[in-house]
């Protein structure tokens, strides 16, 4: 059902004083849709309160400009204006000191959430006293000349050391007979012709299978002795 003339004319004024800027009959229509009122009876409406003093219009050409009559206002004087513009300053003022606020306290909040709770402080503190109470211990053996290793550890590195000496004494007796095969007849300089390969002894690199050798031995004398 379509609203009557009266209330139409209710719904346009108070839409045009509200906006308080120019209009024409179709900013009016298309804003005034959830009223179900078509474009005729807006126009005949804006009309109707023009004629009738209720808004001012002006024509440009075809077209009508409607805005609402602006003796209805209270327009504030220069001495009021400088007053509202004070008080809008403090007010942005305060705004802002509001809103510095604010930040400060949603940056503690993020903060005490970051923190760990009691239960997870006292859980903390007993994981750590633990590993300290084992590395203590582990001290203590350590100064009283106590072997952390377990036997069967310290025989698996033991063998596992003594096959790669095996392994590198005998790749390095396959090297010499290949070495001196190849070099028996060769009319170059081995120190040139070695270098000229890119060849590395052990000696060139200040290592020496003996010396490493005796490091099984000697490690086992000393498992012996204690």
Known sequence: MAPKSDNTEAIVLNYVNEQNRPLNSQNVADSLQKYNLKKASIQKALDSLADSGKISFKEYGKQKIYLARQD?????????????????????????????A??????????????????????????????????????????????????????????????KISLWRRRKRMFKDLWDAITENLPKDLKEFKEELGIEYDEDVGVNLQSVSELLQHGKKRARGQ
Do not use: W
């Not at 209270?74 to 809008?88: H, R």
């Open 72 to 100: 209805q206002f209270n327009i504030p004087n220069n001495e009021e204006l400088a007053s509202m513009k004070e008080e809008n300053a403090k007010l942005q003022e305060h705004l802002d000191q509001q809103k510095k």
């Open 102 to 163: 604010i930040t400060e306290v949603e940056g503690e909040i993020k903060s005490l959430q970051s923190n760990l709770t009691l239960e997870q402080i006292h859980d903390k503190e007993a994981k750590l006293r633990k590993e300290v109470k084992e590395m203590e211990d582990k001290l203590v053996k350590l100064r009283g000349g106590v072997t952390l290793v377990r036997p069967e550890e310290k025989k698996a590195v033991e063998a596992m050391y003594s096959e």
